[in-house]
């Protein structure tokens, strides 16, 4: 097993990859996007009985706040059921 270094990436051949620097950091704010759409997309769905009320308060226009409820249901629907919150009641 080798490895050479190209940039910001290390490619070890013959074993894992690893990711190192900015692509590293990249990933982890995609993640925590994706975990702050989620979270919106909950809010709204237990919070608001409309996208305008829900826009207004975010400070977002009606069209971008569609955008992100999409997104932050895609993202819950795509968990495992096991893994998604559960109402105590």
Not at 22 to 30: F, Y
Not at 48 to 69: C, H, M, P, Q, W
């Amino acid at each position: 097993m080798h490895s050479e270094w190209h940039g910001q990436y290390n490619f070890i051949f013959g074993g894992a990859w690893v990711i190192n620097g900015a692509e590293a950091e990249r990933l982890r704010a995609g993640e925590r996007f994706k975990a702050k759409c989620e979270r919106d997309y909950l809010e709204y769905f237990n919070d608001y009985l409309t996208i305008e009320r829900f826009a207004s308060d975010k400070g977002l226009s009606v069209a971008n706040a569609t955008a992100l409820i999409t997104l932050g249901r895609k993202v819950n629907h795509a968990r495992p059921s096991q893994y998604k919150w559960k109402s105590p009641c």
